[in-house]
């Protein structure tokens, strides 16, 4: 069994369909890269993965272990042992403004694990800030940042529970062009690092030039799949020939 796998994934509200029999799967260290015009159900599926949307049907399991089977969930106990597993970064960043950003790492971390100690919770914090080079602005508040160093400390804050998967749901949309380097670059050394992604972009030349594979949604349903050569060179399906030429267009 694939280190994630999901089988015809299904998401209603009401009358609308949002997910259509979402199936694929993710081998640990790959970078799944989701793309598709908005509104396809992309950022939908990702927060089905983490239990932060219930799904109307369909399997998730991760690590052989299903977070959801047949449409039936697991244990609210199980349910936390496997999304735990996880870290999701979100467009627009989530950080506490009245926390600096070493408490905004802090906190969550120590609600999560009440048995670390001070000292060793902040060495953490440490080195994830490095990692993200946002060292140097630990005891500074939120609103002092930019928008990419507010995601740069959110992916920090994503990686101090040591999550064996990271989920991106449009990382840098959010963040003016010349802001949009500095967080890909993160990411960039995350996947040379071999952590297991999924990255819902609208960055074209990150899914080419990063992923190991390229998922091309649309109106909730996957229409093509294959490695970036495949999708980017020679799509196979009209409606992904339309988005890249629509997109290389703009």
């Known amino acids: 069994m694939s280190f994630i796998s999901v089988r015809n ?3 209603s509200y009401g009358k609308l369909k949002v997910l259509r029999d979402i199936s694929f799967d993710v081998e640990k260290g790959d970078v799944i890269a989701v793309i598709g015009s908005s509104g396809s159900g992309k950022s939908t599926m990702l927060r089905c993965l983490i239990d932060l949307e219930h799904i109307g049907g369909g399997s998730v399991s991760v690590d052989g272990e299903y977070l959801i089977e047949d449409g039936k969930y697991s244990s609210k106990e199980k349910t936390k042992e496997i999304t ?3 870290g999701m970064v979100f467009q627009n960043f989530n950080l506490f403004p009245h926390l600096t950003v070493r408490k905004n790492l802090e906190m969550p971390y120590g609600l999560m694990n009440k048995q670390a100690s001070a000292v060793d919770t902040a060495a953490l914090c440490d080195t994830m800030l490095k990692k993200v ?3 140097e602005k ?3 508040l939120p609103a002092k940042l930019s928008g990419g160093q507010q995601q740069r400390v959110a992916i920090a804050r994503a990686m101090m529970l040591s999550p064996e998967i ?3 749901d449009e990382p840098t949309s959010a963040l003016d062009p010349e802001l949009t380097g500095e967080v890909l670059s993160v990411i960039k050394q995350l996947a040379k690092e ?3 992604m999924i990255v819902v972009t609208h960055e074209m030349a990150f899914a080419r030039d990063v992923a190991t594979r390229v998922l091309f949604m649309d109106d909730g349903a996957i229409l093509e799949e294959g490695t970036p050569e495949e999708i980017f060179t020679s799509p196979q399906n009209q409606r992904t020939k339309e988005f890249l030429n629509n997109f290389i267009a703009s």
Do not use: C, I, R, Y
Request: hydrophobic share 55%; charged share 30%; aromatic share 6%.
């Open 166 to 168: 990271m989920l991106f």
């Open 84 to 86: 735990s597993k996880m």
């Open 138 to 140: 630990a005891d500074v």
């Open 194 to 196: 071999k952590m297991t």
């Open 133 to 135: 080079g946002m060292l």
């Open 9 to 11: 994934l299904k998401k």
